[in-house]
């Protein structure tokens, strides 16, 4: 029986997804977000409300939203900043948002980390365990720093976020402030490309929110196994 979380990528073993070579496929495999000599990486859009991302608000509130699964690649010493110790902080996790959160085990470099609840709870349960990262503790608690965001989706799916000539990708950096990449090919033996967000956290989770709301539609009509 399927599921009662649709997923919004059709799912694959973590094994897989997380393959030696990874690594050094997320550092060059891109599709460009934006024409070069625009800005940095040729991130042409001002950064206007970064300078004070802990001031504005997660778009989705916990409970709102469609059903979804998403999936996130992480490096190994961040999956164990949200387990925990002895899994504490998953648990912990689990049971504030009531999520289906999961970080399987891996042989690889990485992991994926896996969450199923409503568009609102997915993004609450990000702000929460994105700052605690290892690899972005140091930085305090005011969300004033970058984070980088890579999550995993269909290859057929990938097209709907970049747009012809890449005008969704410009609409939503220019919605959210986010910077976006996609992956121009798909994860070693996968057929799931990743889609990066970078900036600072809340911009980049409403980004995420965005993607996932205009995909919707596709995802339901193409995707989503339901319950028979």
Same mark, same amino acid.
């Given at each position: ?6 997923? +919004? !990528? ?20 891109? !599709? ?17 409300? =970064?300078?004070? *991302?802990? =001031? ?13 699964? %998403?999936?996130?690649?992480?490096? #190994? ?8 110790? *002895?899994?504490? #902080? ?12 999961? $970080? ?7 992991? $994926? ?9 997915? @993004?609450?349960?990000? %702000? !929460?365990? +994105? ?7 140091? #930085?305090?608690?005011? %969300?004033? +720093? ?19 000539? *890449? @005008? ?17 090919? @798909?994860?070693?033996?996968?057929? !799931? ?10 911009? $980049?989770?409403?980004?995420?929110? #965005? ?18």
């Amino acid at each position: 029986m399927a599921s009662d979380i649709p997923s +919004f !990528d059709i799912p694959i073993n973590p094994s897989i997804a997380l393959a030696p070579g990874v690594d050094g496929y997320r550092s060059t495999r891109w !599709d460009q977000s934006a024409p070069p000599g625009t800005g940095e990486n040729g991130q042409g859009t001002k950064r206007g409300l =970064d300078g004070a *991302g802990g =001031d504005i608000d997660l778009k989705r509130q916990r409970g709102q939203g469609h059903n979804l699964e %998403l999936r996130v690649l992480l490096g #190994n010493r961040n999956a164990g900043s949200i387990i925990g110790r *002895g899994g504490t #902080n998953l648990s912990r996790l689990r049971q504030e948002y009531k999520a289906q959160i999961q $970080v399987p085990e891996s042989n690889g470099p990485e992991r $994926v980390l896996s969450i199923g609840s409503n568009l609102g709870t997915v @993004c609450e349960v990000l %702000l !929460d365990v +994105f700052p605690k990262m290892e690899e972005y503790c140091s #930085n305090g608690t005011d %969300l004033n +720093f970058d984070i980088d965001l890579r999550m995993l989706m269909h290859q057929n799916l990938a097209g709907g976020v970049i747009g012809k000539g *890449g @005008c969704k990708i410009k609409e939503l950096r220019a919605q959210t402030t986010a910077n976006i990449k996609v992956y121009s090919v @798909c994860a070693p033996q996968s057929t !799931d490309r990743v889609v990066q967000l970078t900036g600072r956290p809340k911009p $980049v989770i409403n980004c995420l929110g #965005n993607i996932m709301e205009m995909l919707e539609g596709d995802i339901v009509s193409r995707y989503i196994i339901r319950e028979k």
